[in-house]
């Protein structure tokens, strides 16, 4: 299956989850591609204001992984912005991946999972799975390893 994971990450903590993602779904037989959305200018962390220069066309592939991070309670506001802006997915495979500070998915990883659900949704995808890691230490390695294992096993 021909598979992309589109991530924005302002620190690379989302990056990091989708190369090791990217590596396992690529040991499973699966053509995978892992691109950015980019921004015309360096964003200060948490500004609302960006302009995106490069944004990932999903056409291409049978199944997507989306990723970013949790800010303030919500979904990045540019993977908003960039969701908006895509193409229709027209039923295609989708996947949600969301990475955090806090320690538990109420402290804002379900709520911007449910943003990228709806999103996505809204373009026709299908959501097959989602995941939070929360990135506090003492949840890392596990929330990573799970994440990785549930979004791997859904393509
Ligand atoms: C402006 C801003 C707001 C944030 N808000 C939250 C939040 O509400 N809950 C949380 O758990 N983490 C929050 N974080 C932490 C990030 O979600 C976390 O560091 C994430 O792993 C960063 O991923 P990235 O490097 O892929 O951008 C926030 C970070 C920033 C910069």
């Not at 959305?37 to 204001?49: D, I, N, P, S, W």
């Not at 949600?96 to 806090?102: A, G, I, R």
Request: proline residues 4%; glycine residues 10%.
């Amino acid at each position: 299956m021909k598979i992309g994971i589109v991530v924005y990450s302002w620190s690379g903590n989302t990056l990091s989850v989708a190369e090791k993602l990217k590596e396992r779904l690529a040991a499973g037989g699966h053509d995978v591609a892992l691109e950015q959305v980019a921004l015309a200018e360096e964003r200060k962390q948490g500004a609302r204001e960006f302009t995106i220069s490069g944004a990932p066309d999903p056409s291409s592939w049978d199944a997507v992984v989306f990723g970013a991070a949790v800010e303030a309670f919500s979904l990045s506001p540019v993977l908003k912005e960039y969701l908006g802006g895509i193409a229709p997915l027209d039923g295609k495979k989708v996947a949600c991946l969301v990475s955090q500070q806090f320690p538990y998915p109420w402290m804002g990883g379900n709520r911007a999972i449910r943003q990228m659900r709806k999103l996505c949704e809204s373009k026709g995808g299908s959501v097959a799975e989602t995941a939070v890691v929360n990135w506090a230490k003492s949840k890392r390695e596990k929330t990573m390893a799970a994440a990785i294992e549930r979004l791997s096993a859904a393509f």
